[in-house]
């Protein structure tokens, strides 16, 4: 409840109504128990009025976003020696003079790397766009040690301009421009690509370099876009199964270190990815994931479930199946379990990035790994399949892919199903948003209750 003790955060910028600075931070006082509210100010023009009216009103802090992230360096009291060398602040801290500049879009994404595994130390890296956004990414790069970075942009200036500054406030040569059509200069390797420009926010939008085979260069990619999910750039990526996602996690951490500066605290890793999936679920819709044993349904009532939504459907053992050229069986006979297990993880990890508003039918063990439950969480709500074990007999006994339906006695076969199913059932409990009981229940029947609880939870 606001009162007279509320402390009020906020953020500047024009435009500023589409913002999702406030689901991250209000949420963050609300876990924390924080008495603070966080308010979108729209700013036109005016920057140095605006941040002197902020000071007036005890304003605890503010973001600042585009345009005034320059401007706004004029108003400040004290900058942070990283904020002035990128030459952008999106963040002001109060103090007793004013207020204090910070850039946490560069730590932000720096953490946002760290999180999916990309280092920048040593390696060749291009970026593409030459414009505020990639200020703190070329700052980043060079920070952090990379050993050569192409910076490309449509206007050879910009781009010249940006890496003149950037290599001499650390005194090397380490950033080359190119315009967009010299791209070809740079030398035919595996290289860290971030995509800086604004160029697919909208579905029209071209990418700026549009030859296919540039990507191929493409070890792992950052898009700064954070909405769409899925950008044209990332497609590419994702299309040639290199590693990539896009600016949701920058944002996230940059307003998580916005928030810590404010309070002087340390946001944990657990509330960061409850928030992370809050403003995914927000963003680009939830997906749906079905657990179950082995005969349940899940693919059956998985693919309906997806016609009726409008929602795309993913079988993770035919993803398997498909991406290493086998069955499921062969793997097992070949590989062990141990192996196929450590496959479903990883997928897990690369659709948390990239899968949205879409229904995901696992392999009956997937909820063996305490890790595999809590991705899955992440990617959305969990619905468990359950039937019994002679319905479950009845429906695979001529499935001979199968290596537990190996043998001839039936009675054996049954006794193996009834005793996996009484052991992975607490897993499959666990991990469930809803449970449901689909033992001689049609599709329909079925679907009916999975709406009801999809409605009950809007």
């Given at each position: 409840m606001?009162?007279?003790?509320?402390e009020v955060?906020?953020?500047?910028?024009n435009?500023?109504?589409?913002?999702?600075?406030?689901?991250?931070?209000n949420?963050?006082?609300?876990?924390?128990g924080?008495?603070?509210?966080?308010?979108?100010?729209?700013?036109?023009?005016?920057?140095?009025?605006a941040?002197e009216?902020?000071?007036?009103?005890?304003?605890?802090?503010?973001?600042?976003?585009?345009?005034h992230?320059?401007?706004?360096?004029?108003?400040?009291?004290?900058?942070?020696?990283a904020?002035?060398?990128?030459?952008?602040?999106?963040?002001?801290?109060?103090?007793?003079?004013?207020y204090?500049?910070?850039?946490?879009d560069?730590?932000?994404?720096?953490r946002?790397?760290?999180?999916?595994?990309i280092n920048?130390?040593d390696?060749?890296?291009?970026?593409?766009?030459?414009?505020?956004?990639?200020?703190?990414?070329?700052?980043?790069?060079l920070?952090?040690?990379?050993k050569?970075?192409?910076?490309?942009?449509?206007?050879k200036?910009?781009?010249?301009?940006?890496?003149?500054?950037m290599n001499k406030?650390?005194?090397?040569?380490?950033?080359?421009?190119?315009?967009?059509?010299e791209?070809?200069?740079?030398?035919?390797?595996?290289?860290?690509?971030?995509?800086?420009?604004?160029?697919?926010?909208h579905d029209s939008?071209?990418?700026?370099?549009?030859d296919?085979?540039?990507?191929d260069?493409a070890?792992?990619?950052?898009?700064?876009i954070?909405n769409?999910a899925?950008?044209?750039?990332?497609?590419?990526?994702?299309?040639?199964?290199v590693?990539?996602?896009?600016?949701?996690?920058?944002l996230?951490?940059?307003?998580?270190?916005?928030?810590?500066?404010?309070?002087?605290?340390?946001?944990?890793?657990?509330?960061?990815?409850r928030?992370?999936?809050k403003?995914?679920?927000?963003?680009y819709?939830?997906?749906?994931?079905?657990?179950?044993?082995?005969?349940?349904?899940?693919?059956?009532?998985?693919k309906?479930?997806a016609?009726?939504?409008?929602?795309?459907?993913?079988?993770?053992?035919?993803?398997?199946?498909?991406?290493?050229?086998?069955?499921?069986?062969s793997?097992?006979?070949?590989?062990g379990?141990?192996?196929f297990?450590?496959?479903?993880?990883a997928?897990?990890?690369?659709?948390?990035?990239?899968k949205?508003?879409t229904?995901?039918s696992?392999?009956?063990?997937?909820?063996?790994r305490?890790?595999?439950?809590?991705l899955m969480?992440?990617?959305?709500?969990?619905?468990y399949?359950?039937?019994d074990?002679?319905?479950?007999?009845e429906r695979?006994?001529?499935?001979?892919?199968?290596?537990l339906?190996?043998g001839?006695?039936?009675?054996?076969?049954?006794?193996?199903?009834?005793d996996?199913?009484f052991?992975?059932?607490?897993?499959?409990?666990?991990?469930?948003?809803?449970?449901?009981?689909?033992?001689?229940?049609?599709?329909?029947?079925?679907?009916?209750?999975?709406?009801?609880?999809?409605?009950?939870?809007?």
């Open positions: 606001i009162n007279g003790s509320t955060l906020g953020i500047i910028g435009p500023i109504k589409h913002t999702m600075s406030p689901d991250i931070h949420t963050l006082s609300d876990e924390l924080i008495n603070a509210v966080y308010v979108p100010f729209q700013v036109e023009d005016g920057v140095k009025s941040v009216g902020a000071y007036r009103l005890n304003i605890k802090g503010l973001n600042v976003t585009v345009p992230k320059q401007d706004v360096i004029d108003c400040l009291a004290e900058i942070d020696d904020a002035e060398k990128i030459g952008a602040v999106n963040t002001l801290v109060r103090t007793e003079n004013g204090k500049g910070y850039n946490t560069m730590s932000g994404l720096k946002a790397c760290f999180s999916e595994g920048i130390k390696e060749n890296i291009i970026i593409l766009g030459a414009g505020g956004a990639s200020r703190a990414v070329c700052y980043m790069c920070s952090e040690g990379a050569k970075v192409y910076l490309i942009n449509r206007r200036d910009k781009a010249i301009s940006l890496s003149d500054e406030y650390f005194g090397c040569s380490v950033i080359i421009p190119l315009a967009k059509d791209y070809k200069e740079i030398p035919f390797g595996k290289y860290l690509m971030f995509q800086c420009t604004s160029l697919g926010l939008d071209e990418m700026l370099i549009s296919e085979n540039f990507y260069m070890k792992a990619g950052v898009d700064l954070y769409p899925v950008t044209p750039f990332m497609k590419e990526l994702i299309n040639r199964n590693p990539v996602f896009n600016g949701l996690k920058m996230l951490y940059q307003g998580i270190e916005a928030y810590e500066l404010w309070n002087e605290i340390k946001i944990s890793d657990e509330l960061t990815e928030i992370l999936t403003l995914r679920k927000k963003l819709g939830d997906n749906i994931i079905l657990v179950g044993y082995m005969g349940s349904g899940k693919s059956t009532v998985g309906a479930l016609e009726k939504l409008s929602m795309e459907f993913i079988d993770t053992d035919a993803v398997i199946e498909e991406r290493e050229n086998t069955s499921i069986n793997i097992f006979e070949n590989s379990e141990e192996s297990r450590n496959m479903e993880t997928l897990l990890k690369e659709f948390v990035n990239k949205y508003n229904v995901i696992t392999g009956g063990g997937m909820v063996l305490p890790e595999n439950i809590r969480k992440n990617l959305g709500r969990i619905i399949l359950k039937t074990a002679e319905e479950i007999y695979v006994k001529s499935d001979t892919k199968r290596p339906l190996k001839d006695d039936c009675n054996e076969i049954k006794n193996r199903i009834s996996m199913i052991r992975r059932t607490p897993y499959y409990e666990t991990a469930s948003d809803l449970t449901v009981d689909v033992t001689k229940k049609d599709v329909n029947t079925i679907l009916e209750v999975i709406f009801n609880f999809i409605l009950a939870r809007k």
